[in-house]
């Protein structure tokens, strides 16, 4: 091919590239700096404070914040669909080349279920009346995006349109412009973690279940656990009495179930090895930054968790529950009340049923990934113990 047809073709091809990657940058989400802080683990305190570069690059080439909400009833512009496109095709093809076992690096086997393939079947038919949420536990930093990438079958998992709405930790994933371009592309959302079930960024979360004929995803945890076993801290745990009162996993999965206006579709799945691939130091941190190789990871997907009986018996004793809505409006309501706590307590309790019930399952099925998973959480823990002992000195 001449020159005279290469340079056309290339600016062909990669114009639409860079705009949709400019508007990803442009419509990227943004982190909260309401107390000045980051927000993060509560042995973290408040975490680290944003400084003024930090804040100063917040809205970086824009005039004014973007409000992710804005486009929640319209959808998104052009050049922000591109931009979603183009992300997501590079995380797809990247998770087939790191996960796929003809590639010798690691692998990912879902087991096979009618489960499986109904929430396959559903992740793809979603009606405007329903929502699709699922939950899982939270095994590693890559859990998303490698376990949607893997879930979703072939070149499918190039669509953009059809992959899950997600939360990640404003502190990891937007804490500049270009990963929050990064993550907000792939269709992942910022929390504040100790911010509390309140906060406006849970919100902006829900009006994506309140539009309807979507998917979003929780990891109800709230955090990494590498223990092997749901909910299980390493450090700081929940005492026994107080995880047998309100459970192992946290409130706002069910302040989104219980207050969502459309017919939601709940479905838990459970994976193992994860872990493997971004072991983590006892603080929370990561031992590398390298996705490590060798990891033979299972997923498990369960039957549908209902909830209606939970509401229904709620709103007979105190009246029926508010929804949260997909445009704000004002005076819209979403502080919780004591008695709306303990229904999400009892919506909670019944996901990590479910969730531990699938863990049952996966342990005693998949015993060579258990014994293989066992040996590293030990290494891991060693390690960790090694840390420790250096750090006393």
């Known amino acids: 091919m001449s020159h005279k047809k290469i340079v056309p073709a290339l600016t062909l091809t990669l114009t639409p590239i860079l705009a949709g990657l400019a508007g990803a940058l442009y419509f990227r989400p943004t982190f909260d700096v309401t107390d000045g802080y ?75 279920s009618k489960e499986y393939d109904d929430l396959m079947s559903k992740a793809f038919n979603i009606k405007d009346t329903e929502t699709l949420l699922t939950v899982s536990n939270h095994c590693s930093t890559l859990d998303d995006p490698i376990l ?64 309807g004929g979507q998917w979003i995803h929780l990891f ?28 192992r996993l946290k409130w706002g999965a069910g302040k989104v179930v219980a207050h969502c206006p459309k017919k939601l579709l709940v479905v838990p799945f459970h994976h193992l090895a994860m872990e493997g691939i971004n072991p983590q130091r006892e603080d929370g941190e990561l031992r590398t930054h390298v996705p490590q190789g060798g990891n033979d990871v299972s997923l498990r997907v369960g039957k549908y968790i209902g909830f209606d009986d ?43 049923g479910a969730l531990k019930l699938l863990e049952e399952e996966s342990k005693r099925d998949d015993s060579e990934i258990v014994v293989e998973g066992r040996r590293r959480l030990k290494l891991i823990k060693e390690e960790n113990d090694r840390d420790r002992k250096v750090a006393q000195k």
């Not at 995380?91 to 086997?109: D, P, W």
Request: net charge positive; glycine share 10%.
């Open 148 to 211: 949607f990438g893997c879930l979703m079958p072939g070149l499918k998992s190039w669509n953009y349109e059809h992959l899950r709405w997600s939360l990640c930790s404003q502190e990891i994933c937007f804490k500049n412009p270009f990963l929050a371009a990064f993550f907000g592309g792939g269709k992942v959302l910022p929390i504040k973690r100790g911010a509390g079930l309140d906060q406006p960024m849970l919100l902006d979360f829900c009006r994506r279940a309140a539009q």
């Open 38 to 112: 980051w927000g993060g683990p509560k042995h973290f305190g408040k975490g680290k404070p944003v400084t003024s570069q930090q804040l100063q690059d917040r809205n970086w080439l824009r005039n004014e914040t973007y409000n992710i909400s804005d486009h929640v009833e319209d959808g998104d512009p052009q050049v922000l669909k591109a931009g979603r496109a183009v992300i997501v095709a590079v995380i797809a093809t990247v998770i087939e080349l790191g996960m796929q076992k003809r590639y010798g690096y690691n692998s990912f086997n879902p087991v096979p």
């Open 220 to 247: 109800p945890e709230g955090k990494i656990f590498q223990s092997g076993s749901l909910g299980a801290e390493y450090y700081r745990a929940r005492s026994d009495e107080r995880a047998r009162e309100i459970g």
């Open 310 to 352: 939970l509401i229904e018996e709620h709103e007979r004793k105190h009246g029926k529950l508010w929804k949260y809505k997909v445009k704000p409006e004002e005076g819209e309501r979403w502080k919780s009340s004591e008695e709306e706590k303990k229904l999400y307590t009892k919506i909670v309790l019944r996901i990590e």
